[in-house]
């Protein structure tokens, strides 16, 4: 099973990475682009072919080190 | 005193600590690799600087869960003392020893240069030596030291005089300006509810001998050493 993870700034924590892309955007004249935000996109393969255990896995894994969840969030996707 | 300086992969600024510790205060030193267990018979342990694990994941997200962290958590929770210096402290926060977490600076740009702190409390096993207020000139070295936290742990350490060093102007005068990484409240370091853990971004060993031209730090690391003596000599009586 393969996982898909994003792991994001929560809204509201100061994201100067997305600020400079979104200058640099600009500055490109694409003036369409507002709010740009930058995260980590991470995948892993899981051993595990029961869902509900790969998904408890996937959790645990973010919970505990792919994300600091004072400031940052995650999403996954497993196929 | 034997001070304890733990050693993990990507660390650099484990030999200047040594080096005050040792050469210019006269201790005994232990370099502690990251995998090892114990920390028995040391009298206090430093977390130093540098880029471990190449601060991949987020800086100080997988030190923390090098093995000499185990003892690193029990040996805060016996009262010793634990200095954690820029990835140090970055590490401690990880570990959660310390609340809240580092951002990238504001500016984005890795900055290298002296900073100016106040030292907001002087009654820290870390800052007896100094007097409240008194404004120290020491160097930065970091990207990552925009420190953050929610407002009600921040409403807490600043009620419980947690915030031990802020950045100001070389008046001791905390603005915004003053602030190189856009660090929450001007914080430069601040230590745990007890007391005895203490972290900070700037780099107290890169200025402990007057030969180098600033002996500010020195007093940082002289008051651990001061106050572990004391310590002592009031046990060997009892």
Redesign the interface.
Known sequence: MKAKIHVTLKPGILDPQGKAIEHALDSLKFKHAANVRVGKYIELDLQETDATKAEAAVKAMCEKLLANTIIEEYRYELG | MNIGVVVFPGSNCDHDCRYVFRDVLGQDVTMVWHKEPSLAGLDAVILPGGFSYGDY??TG??AR?SPVMQAVKQFAAEGKLVLGICNGFQILL?AGLLP??M??????HFICRETYVKVENAATPFTHACKPGQVLKIPIAHADG?Y???PVTLAGLQANAQIIFRYCTVDGTVTPGACPN?SLDNIAGLCNAEGNVLGMMPHPERCAEAMLGNEDGRLILASMVEGLKKTKRAEAVI
């Open positions: 994941l987020r997200a997988i869960f990880e809240g977490a951002l990238r600076n504001k500016s984005l925009n953050y936290t929610d856009g």
